[in-house]
């Protein structure tokens, strides 16, 4: 196709090009992460035309390419609250001896503990997942426009680009599983943007992959960290340090060092975030030598390629889910995950004061075994709009509310949810804030999720 530009104007450079366009599809999904992979497999499965677009090489966002191998623990002490897809990826990595050495059922089925595993065991799960469902995956793409009308909050299309150029995707329905409501973000949607909408950025950090660790002699984090400090050993003192997490006989992830002030939707600010990471990596290859028992042979293998974002956009949804609700331990007629995660809200500056603080939430505000709340449908549902559904980290939720349900299985839960209701929308050719909740739980249910409200209502919850 031949590129027609416009000489540069005012500081803009206007490029007209004629794009292929591609129909026949019923759902589109920007982003292959937890969220956007299960939305797809799980829309597939009830018999939908799906294309999935994902930037990087592999699906997985942070768990893959974010190198985050490590499911937040999906038990409240004696049940699984985590079903359908993600419930499934697990069982199947244990099968496959892609979970850490020794680890049992019980921990995910029941326990309150994490489900550290391989990324690689988790790459290939989700290629025979999507490839069995009929899923068109498209790696190394990514979205890149929206041809939407926000007065109809309709969405049209999507104008992705790949190696070959740029293609013009028409599509009845669409779900944005980039983690930064991207999608969401082009077609007009309205969001909230960390450091513009709030005072402060949550932290990323970039993590690292280790080998040569000797977990068998491995010493306890916490002293070594309390003596590093106590030494001055870093350049930037981090009282916040989640340590190394075993994921096989002799390797270990880090989800070490914050990058504080980092934007992430600015691309300047990821580019020194990512250098910045990369030293930091080094610092803390000599602290874990040094200090960490069964680190004294420790190498550095690799840095992930994404950055570890923890917050970044939200999208305004039909119902933003708040601290109020995770205060009360709310249930809805309409939920459609379940969580009991802690407020997680990484402190916003190395001092032990914002540590204090982040503690004081963290611990003081945690669940009980047993309890836990409901995210309502309405959180997936950009405020006004009919056929797009973003589930991820960027539903439409208040800041502590964010920082308890970004984990990895809740996001599955939250894609699971919006592939499914996507294609019920298109099947009953109702709105997306129309749809019939009840029969969207039922089909939930069905597929193995885990929603015990006994009182389930055809309308989605609104705030009174
Ligand atoms: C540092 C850190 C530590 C964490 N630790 C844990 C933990 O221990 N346990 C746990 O359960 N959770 C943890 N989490 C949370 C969890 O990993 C993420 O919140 C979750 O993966 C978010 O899922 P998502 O699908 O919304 O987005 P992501 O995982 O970010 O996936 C988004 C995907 O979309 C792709 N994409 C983005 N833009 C486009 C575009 N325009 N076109 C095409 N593709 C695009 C990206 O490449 C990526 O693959 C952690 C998160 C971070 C950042």
Not at 35 to 58: F, K, N, P, Y
Not at 139 to 164: K, Y
Not at 188 to 196: H, N, Y
Request: hydrophobic share 40%.
């Amino acid at each position: 196709m031949a590129a027609h530009v416009s000489p540069v104007q005012q500081g803009t450079y206007r490029l007209v090009r004629d794009i292929p366009v591609e129909e026949g599809y019923d759902l589109v999904v920007a982003g292959g992460g937890p969220s956007g992979a299960a939305a797809a497999i799980c829309a597939a499965r009830e018999g939908a035309r799906v294309l999935l677009a994902e930037a990087t090489g592999c699906m997985g966002g942070m768990a893959t390419s974010g190198m985050v191998m490590s499911f937040a623990p999906m038990g409240d002490g004696s049940r699984c609250l985590a079903g359908g897809l993600i419930r499934e990826v697990v069982d199947t990595l244990y099968k496959q001896g892609f979970l850490k050495p020794g680890l049992h059922p019980d921990v995910w089925s029941k326990i309150q503990g994490w489900v550290p595993f391989n990324a690689e065991g988790l790459k290939l799960l989700y290629d025979d997942l999507a490839t069995a469902a009929g899923v068109e995956v498209r790696l190394f793409t990514q979205v890149i426009d929206a041809d939407a009308d926000p007065r109809r909050g309709q969405v049209n299309g999507v104008v992705i680009h790949d190696i070959e150029g740029y293609h013009y995707i028409r599509s009845r329905a669409f779900v944005d599983g980039t983690g930064n409501a991207e999608l969401a973000a082009l077609c007009g949607a309205p969001c909230r943007e960390a450091g513009r909408d709030t005072p402060n950025i949550m932290p990323p950090t970039l993590i690292s992959l280790f080998s040569g660790i000797d977990w068998r002699n491995f010493g306890k984090g916490s002293e070594a960290l309390k003596k590093a400090l106590a030494d001055g050993f870093f350049k930037t003192p981090d009282p916040h340090l989640s340590g190394l997490g075993q994921v096989g006989q002799s390797i270990g992830f880090a989800n070490a060092g914050h990058i504080f002030n980092l934007n992430a939707l600015r691309v300047k600010s990821m580019t020194d975030g990512m250098m910045y990471g990369r030293k930091l990596a080094q610092e803390y290859v000599a602290y874990y030598r040094k200090y960490l028992r069964g680190c004294e042979n420790l190498e550095l293998a690799c840095t992930a390629p994404l950055m570890g974002v923890r917050e970044s956009r939200r999208i305004v949804g039909e119902y933003e889910l708040d601290v109020v609700d995770f205060e009360a331990r709310r249930h809805f007629p309409d939920q459609i995950a379940l969580n009991n995660w802690p407020i997680d809200i990484h402190p916003y500056e190395p001092s032990k004061q914002a540590m204090a603080r982040f503690e004081r939430e963290f611990l003081g505000r945690r669940y009980k075994p047993g309890e836990y709340y409901g995210i309502p449908y309405g959180v997936l549902v950009p405020k006004g709009w009919k056929n797009l559904w973003v589930p991820g980290r960027c539903i439409s939720v208040d800041i502590p509310v964010q920082s308890s349900a970004r984990t990895g299985p809740v996001c599955s839960m939250l894609g699971q949810a919006a592939g499914t209701a996507a294609i019920q929308s298109i099947r009953t050719r109702r709105p997306a804030a129309e749809i019939d909740t009840e029969v969207l739980v039922a089909t939930l249910r069905k597929a193995g999720a885990y929603l015990p409200q006994q009182a389930t209502a055809k309308r989605m919850t609104h705030k009174n």
